[in-house]
Structure formats: structure tokens, C-alpha cells
């Protein structure tokens, strides 16, 4: 993934099915921590749609030193019809972390490459659309150190910014504070820490 590039990241799992020229298409999707997930999320739905034609999937894991492994399958359907519009749904959402099987029950009438595409694509955001998605806000961890007689303006900052629950504090010869701070609070915690306890907290 590249360098300051924002992501989304499924809500939770979500399923979408519909008809198409008697073809019915059944799209599943959740998030997938690891490739072993996504697998094992792909087995269960074959196993619970053990009678479909197709079990179409696509997913993207980390895996390795690649944090953006991508896998896509066709399952039988003609070459770039299924798997990569199944991929490219959650790709063009900036979705990471995710599975999705698209399941078709052959009706009898073909589609063409053209209808395939579409069905597919139609399945696979239908699908991410009843998940639902929402940004990953990176979380900093920060160390602050400071005396005791500035401990209740500290924790009053902390409290006033939402950020009191998300301290971990250890009590010593100084007041040590491991602080978790999400990325859309970084600029003010960063302005408001050293305000709160003047130049005795190191960050």
C-alpha cells in the first residue's frame, strides 16, 4: 500500500443476491485479517452452496513483506469476466482486508463476457454496499512524562480531547503515560500536551 494513501475497511460481513436472466447471484463478503481467513471464509461458502455452477471469488491480505496480497478466481467463467470485476469493486472503494465470493446458479442462458462482467460486478457491490465501509484511522502510541503537581491539567487535556480512556498510566517518581492517539487527533494532542504541562513533558 502506498505511503499516505487513505483506506477503508469493511464494517462487518454482507450479502446481496439477485436475478439475472434466471441466473441467480448470491455475493458474500467480509473482512479477512490474513489469507488463511479468506480461505477459510471461501470453503464455507462453497460448502453452504455446495450445488451452485460458479463460486467466483477475489481477496486482498496481507501476506509476507506484501501487505497487499491480492488473489482473484474466475472459477470456470470465462477469463476476466468474474474474479478481477469482483476485485476491482472493493479495489476502486480503496477496501484492504477483505473477501468476497460471488456464487451463481446457472439458469440456462448465457450472458456473454459483456453480462458476466456486469452480474459480477453487480453482485460484488451489492454485497460491499449491506457490509457497509468506513476509514482506518491510524492509532500513535506517545510516551508523556510529567510531574505530579501537572498530572490533573494533563489528565483534564486528555479527558476534554477523548483521549483519558486511551492512556495507560504508571505512577513513579514522575507520572509516565503511555497515550494512544488516533490520526485525527495527532496535530492538537501534539499542540496541547506541552501547553497543559509547560516543558517537563517529553514526547
Known sequence: MPE???????????????????????????????????????ESVRSAHKTASHHVYAYQTPQGNNPAYTRHSDDGE?????????????????IIRFVCVAVRYFGGTLLGKGGLTRAYSKAAKGA??????????EIKNYEVVCRYGQLAQLKYFLEKNGLLDGADMEYGENCRAVIAVPETKEEIFLQGVGLCSQSTVNI
Open 4 to 42: 499516505g494513501k487513505r483506506h477503508n475497511r469493511l464494517r462487518g460481513a454482507g450479502e446481496y443476491s439477485f436475478e439475472e436472466k434466471r441466473s441467480r447471484f448470491i455475493g458474500y463478503c467480509e473482512p479477512a485479517a490474513s489469507e488463511e481467513a479468506a480461505r477459510a471464509f471461501i
Open 78 to 94: 470465462p477469463q476476466g469476466t468474474a474474479g478481477l470485476p469482483v476485485l476491482n469493486v472493493f479495489l476502486k472503494n480503496e
Open 128 to 137: 460491499l454496499e449491506s457490509a457497509g465501509f468506513e476509514p482506518i484511522i
